[in-house]
């Protein structure tokens, strides 16, 4: 009976590791041919057909798009919309999450309601756009980062974590003559480091991979982020990409590959950053006390 067992614990296990194998090389390839296309010459794009390994190693790609105003100025559109828009984010998400978790606020529950209804119902895109361009901020940056500005679902996750340290450790400080701003910044926020850097990575991946929005309010495409620039590039090969550098560029595969691997990089430097921080902030309000 124990070897029946045993050879089905090996079967389990083989099957398993296959997937995963398998599961692992369905990611690493695609990332692999990317990255191996984006040095390649593009003589072999059109000689060799599909290949991993270029006949040689060259930068042209790279230059080909660092030469290009249209992408440099996404670029830089991209970064503004990263580092701006997950400074706010974060920033009011900690500040509303840390005052309702505060049991003595009044409103408390009508303010909580409020947020969970917003996470059930949303307001739809018409009546947003409508919002946003009586505001007058149709090609502004500032039609990115208002809406989106706090998310519900991490306000309630972020609350709960807050909610969770202990009530000894305020009242202490408050008695040692701590203000509310004082002990915030020196006591709450050294210990939410796990959930910051957790929410920071959620927020700044979707800062980062802004798509949609942009379409909707960007009518100047001078501001578009690398994720609209990417797809004229992929998609459409529109010539608006060439005006905004005065030249209708054609693009490459390998030009395009390059475009790939640049917008993907940074996120791929930035996670194992966060990676201790993150593993822990996925535990965040999953225990309390």
Not at 32 to 54: C, E, H, K, N, Q
Not at 198 to 206: A, N, S
């Amino acid at each position: 009976m124990s070897e029946r067992f045993s050879k089905g614990d090996r079967l389990f296990k083989f099957i398993v590791y296959a997937f995963l194998i398998a599961f692992t090389a369905s990611i690493v390839f695609p990332l692999i041919y990317v990255i191996m296309t984006s040095f390649a010459p593009a003589r072999d794009y059109y000689t060799r057909g599909f290949f991993l390994i270029p006949s040689s190693f060259t930068l042209e790609a790279y230059q080909y798009l660092f030469n290009n105003p249209g992408f440099i100025q996404a670029l830089k559109s991209s970064i503004l919309i990263t580092v701006v828009g997950t400074f706010i984010n974060i920033t009011l998400t900690s500040l509303m999450a840390y005052g309702l978790s505060e049991p003595g606020i009044k409103g408390r529950s009508v303010i909580n309601f409020m947020i969970l209804f917003t996470m059930l119902f949303s307001g739809g895109l018409i009546p947003s756009y409508l919002v946003v361009d009586g505001l007058n901020l149709v090609d502004t940056y500032w039609a990115l980062w208002l809406p989106a500005a706090i998310a519900p679902f991490n306000v309630i996750v972020m609350r709960s974590f807050f909610g969770s340290l202990p009530y000894e450790l305020k009242e202490s400080a408050r008695m040692d003559g701590c203000g509310e701003w004082k002990m915030f910044a020196t006591i709450i926020l050294p210990l939410a480091k796990p959930a910051i850097a957790t929410f920071t990575l959620f927020y700044m991946v979707g800062n980062w991979n802004t798509y949609f929005s942009a379409i909707i309010y960007f009518n100047d495409d001078s501001k578009w982020p690398l994720q609209v620039f990417l797809r004229q590039m992929l998609i459409l090969n529109d010539d608006k990409i060439g005006q905004l550098a005065e030249t209708v560029f054609t693009y490459t595969p390998a030009a395009r590959m390059a475009a790939i691997l640049i917008t993907a990089l940074p996120l791929l430097v930035i996670y194992p950053f966060l990676q201790k921080h993150f593993s822990k902030g996925m535990l965040i309000g999953s225990v309390k006390g």
